[in-house]
């Protein structure tokens, strides 16, 4: 049933969509001289003519079996991607056809198949929301009658799951390495002046200290359905870093989380207890606890906003003059920008303050801050992503060792990629660099981090 469903959806689409019946003369012209050399006799129209009659033919195994081998030459091309996707979701190969359709909406946003197909496809991993955006954007469009009754049988199954759902359980585990300048995060200056105006030469833990570093972490969460739009919600994850030339600096952080969602038509609210263990070598450093209220709204398919107050409560056992109370309030936005299958921007802007628990002025300051981040398909499977982020830290009391008010601006750049590799597997390099300027030495440092993570989702 499912498979004459596709077939309707696709044939019918077809008929709207202007040049379709002739696609393996379209996409012949769409590949370089240099690419179709380099492939078989036939070149890419004979190739795509053999899939489409294979699939025609209910053949979906023997189609995949010969394109696979030309995804190096032809991956790019729209009409080779949508047959690949067709094979690999028609074989049970739902994570490969997701790549292959977004390929073909990166070059062809308006593409109705492919669209209807990749919905089809998100179904079949289970990411609902996903499917239903899509669902929603084909049904959005001028379509026959016949092909809206089936787009609209699709939304109507995810509904009712949605009427009726049980819990939802996530996890992942994650392993990586990498390089990093500055784990001690020491100081750039040669020297230092004292307040009394004698200087100082940084030694030791106070320079900056390059390492290899071996990563891993995971995580899991919960969400249980409670009726009236309410969800009760746990979980957490762990991180650790290991550096090899300098193991006293090793952090591993556990982050834990419970609480309630809250949904009714765009908005959502959440409100969660919050736990964060941080244990740096072999002792603790620091222990938080504290909640997070938030809420978003989905204005429409492509813009979502929100707002966020955080606080906590920090604990520093071997430094009890550092213990505080900190809290942030915030504001976020994300826009899909061009087409749905286009670049996503996400902006922020936050301020708060840190607030000693005894009464040391150069320990109390306030925060603001922003950060911006889009993240766009880069092709061959990868989305890649860049961060750039800015915060402000200005103290209330001066410094009495270097006589000085400590004022920081911490910038953040990250730029990264990600690639999915079947349904479980994701690989994320990234590269972090960090400027943090103080007007106290010891806190005026920079680092860049280059990371490879692998990450495998239950």
């Not at 997701?98 to 990749?118: K, Y």
């Not at 929301?129 to 001028?142: G, L, M, T, W, Y």
């Not at 009394?196 to 969460?221: D, E, F, N, Q, R």
């Not at 915030?330 to 301020?351: F, N």
Request: proline fraction near 5%; glycine fraction near 10%.
């Amino acid at each position: 049933m499912i498979l004459h469903k596709r077939r309707m959806v696709a044939g019918l689409l077809a008929a709207i969509v202007a040049g379709s019946s002739c696609f393996a003369q379209q996409a012949a012209g769409e590949v370089s001289a240099a690419k179709a050399s380099t492939a078989g006799p036939a070149g890419l129209a004979g190739l795509l003519e053999r899939a489409h009659s294979l699939l025609a033919q209910g053949r979906p195994e023997e189609a995949l079996s010969i394109l696979t081998p030309q995804i190096p030459w032809y991956a790019g091309s729209p009409e080779f991607d949508y047959l690949l996707g067709i094979s690999a979701l028609d074989t049970g190969r739902p994570g490969d056809a997701i790549l292959a359709f977004e390929r073909v909406l990166a070059v062809q946003p308006d593409h109705l198949q492919a669209r209807a197909e990749i919905a089809r496809a998100y179904l079949a991993v289970n990411e609902k929301e996903s499917a239903r955006r899509q669902f929603e954007v084909v049904a959005a469009n001028r379509i026959p009658p016949e092909v809206r009754r089936v787009i609209d049988s699709y939304l109507a199954l995810i509904g009712r799951s949605d009427e009726t759902p049980g819990p939802k359980l996530l996890a992942y585990v994650e392993f990586g390495t990498g390089w990093d300048s500055n784990v001690s995060l020491g100081s750039l200056s040669n020297q230092w002046l004292l307040g009394s105006g004698i200087p100082v030469t940084p030694i030791g833990i106070s320079k900056p200290i390059s390492s290899p570093v071996m990563l891993a972490g995971g995580g899991a969460s919960a969400v249980i359905p409670m009726g009236g739009g309410w969800d009760a919600t746990a979980g957490g994850q762990f991180s650790g870093h290991w550096y090899t030339s300098e193991h006293t600096l090793d952090i591993v952080s556990t982050d834990l989380f419970a609480g309630v969602n809250y949904q009714a038509s765009c908005h959502q609210f959440s409100m969660l207890a919050q736990y964060q263990h941080l244990h740096v070598y072999d002792t603790t450093f620091r222990n938080a606890v504290g909640g997070l209220l938030q809420w978003r709204c989905d204005v429409d398919s492509r813009t979502q906003v929100g707002t966020f107050l955080q606080h906590f409560d920090l604990r520093f056992p071997d430094l009890g003059e550092r213990d505080a109370r900190r809290n942030v309030a915030g504001a976020t936005m994300a826009r899909v920008l061009g087409s749905q299958s286009g670049p996503v921007l996400v902006m922020g802007a936050y301020g708060g303050n840190e607030i000693p628990k005894q009464d040391i002025p150069q320990l109390r300051y306030q925060l603001y801050g922003g950060r911006a981040a889009v993240t766009t398909w880069l092709g061959a499977g990868w989305r890649g992503s860049a961060a750039l982020s800015i915060e402000y830290r200005n103290y209330a009391g001066e410094e009495p060792l270097f006589g000085t008010v400590r004022h920081d601006r911490q910038t953040d750049l990250r730029v990264g990629a990600e690639r999915r590799f079947g349904r479980h597997w994701t690989i994320f390099p990234e590269i972090v660099f960090t400027r943090n300027a103080s007007t106290l030495p010891p806190n005026d440092f920079q680092r860049v981090q280059a990371l490879v993570t692998a990450r495998y989702g239950f």
